[in-house]
């Protein structure tokens, strides 16, 4: 089984490299910047006992998601897709004070990401295609119920329409083989606050989740095993909210 993992080198998608390699996936770590922690995710899904090849590709660029899934043959045929990468693309602030090139950007990346990413796995796994099947599991968020206002609307919105492409994505082919659903986190453990700039972030907001606490990556990563898996083999079009409650 060969798993591609988009915005694998940390955070949710670097522990759902390490849960997949522990469940029997062979893992492409795509990244966008960085290699040296996408090289270590890599290393890590290695020592599972699993083949990994660490990729770079920006998701938004065709030609880069192209290139990104021809590497993904070296390791067999692709039978699972994880688009975990995504970008808040600012600090927090009202949708008035945002650039519209921070807005274009996070679209580009966030939805225009997930649907070549989607269009690439749907062409090899496709059995209208010769495929022999498989899963998609988009990454959400649960900002795409909640709005995120004050901080970051763009990027629920942009969350919003990953909800709503899966569920269109998953009645379009589910009879060539293939599932596609979404796992809506809430807050998470992941250097994505601090990196915008609002390291508390976690402990503002943990009262007003009703478990108490947030969430860590490894949470998600079970979450999204479990539809890649055939566990959940009669689940399609589902979006299932990891929250702790809220």
């Known amino acids: 089984m060969t798993l591609v993992v988009t915005g694998g080198s940390r955070g949710i998608g670097a522990a759902i490299c390490a849960l997949a390699a522990a469940r029997g996936h062979d ?51 692709v039978t699972g897709l994880v688009n975990n990468a995504a970008i808040v693309g600012n600090t927090p602030g009202r949708l008035e004070d945002y650039d519209v090139e921070v807005v ?94 609002l390291p508390d972030r976690m402990a503002k907001y943990a009262p007003q989740i009703p478990m108490g606490r947030a969430g860590q990556p490894a949470e998600i990563a079970e979450a999204v095993l479990f539809l890649l898996s055939d566990a959940s083999s009669f689940t399609t079009g589902a979006v299932l909210d990891v929250g702790g409650g809220r």
């Open 27 to 77: 893992v492409v770590v795509n990244y966008s910047g960085d290699p040296a922690p996408a090289e270590s995710v890599a290393e890590q899904v290695r020592a599972s006992g699993r083949q990994a090849l660490a990729v770079r590709a920006d998701v938004s660029s065709e030609d880069d998601v192209r290139a990104l899934f021809a590497a993904a043959a070296e390791l067999g045929p």
């Open 104 to 197: 274009r950007r996070t679209l580009d990346v966030n939805v225009t990401g997930v649907f070549l990413c989607c269009r690439e796995a749907v062409r090899r796994m496709s059995t209208r295609h010769g495929g022999a099947g498989g899963a998609i599991v988009n990454i959400s968020s649960t900002a795409a119920r909640t709005g995120s206002a004050g901080e970051w609307v763009h990027y629920a919105a942009s969350k919003a329409a990953v909800d709503t492409l899966t569920l269109g994505l998953a009645q379009e082919v589910a009879a060539d083989g293939i599932r596609v659903n979404a796992v809506r986190p809430g807050m998470i453990h992941t250097g994505l606050h601090a990196a915008a700039g």
